[in-house]
């Protein structure tokens, strides 16, 4: 039995040295390691309703993504990430190419996210005030930014972990628009 505790570490070691190999052979292969398989791919928006940010008359819920295709972007002021992706996200707008949805995530202070938005931009079309997740909880979001690509039928069809760059626009997500708006 003694012996069998020895060999306890080599194998939590061979274990552990399997799956760093595996992702570095992911990364080595060209595939991101900010590519996470969701259980929500190809299924329905949860359905969910958030509140609007203080200063809009109007909140944000999963029955408003129906009958076009568009980006859900979970964000908060509090997300140096989001700050970087945000330029991005206004030429998005600006372009008129896609319509973003915002859920604005774990703000404690309720007038964070407003005041970010008039410093920075707004380039959402409908925003939902989220200070306890429960609309992130439903996506299975892990941090922020992250983005949803969603068809007209309300389903989700790719889920983007970290900021949106104008190179997984060009390579992933611009494409995957298109194609989804001839179906």
């Not at 700050?83 to 896609?98: C, D, N, R, S, Y």
């Not at 964070?112 to 410093?119: D, E, N, R, S």
Request: with cysteine; glycine share 10%; aromatic share 10%.
């Amino acid at each position: 039995m003694k012996r069998f505790l020895y060999v306890i570490p080599l194998l939590v070691l061979v274990v552990v040295g399997g799956f760093s190999i595996l992702q570095l052979k992911q990364v080595s292969g060209g595939k991101s390691v900010n590519i996470l398989p969701s259980v929500l791919i190809n299924r329905e928006v949860p359905p969910f309703e958030l509140d609007p940010i203080q200063g809009r008359e109007r909140g944000f819920g999963s029955k408003d993504l129906l009958g076009q295709v568009t980006i859900v972007n979970l964000f908060g002021s509090w997300c140096v990430a989001c700050q970087a992706e945000h330029p991005f996200l206004m030429t998005i707008k600006e372009q008129g190419l896609v319509p973003i949805y915002g859920i604005d995530w774990r703000e404690k202070n309720p007038e964070a996210g407003p005041k970010w938005l008039a410093k920075y931009g707004d380039p959402y079309t409908l925003i939902g005030d989220d200070p306890n997740s429960k609309a992130a909880i439903a996506f299975g979001v892990t941090g922020a930014p992250e983005s949803f690509i969603v068809d007209q039928n309300g389903v989700i069809r790719y889920k983007q972990i970290g900021p949106i760059t104008p190179e997984v626009w060009k390579n992933t997500l611009w494409p995957l628009i298109q194609e989804l708006r001839k179906t």
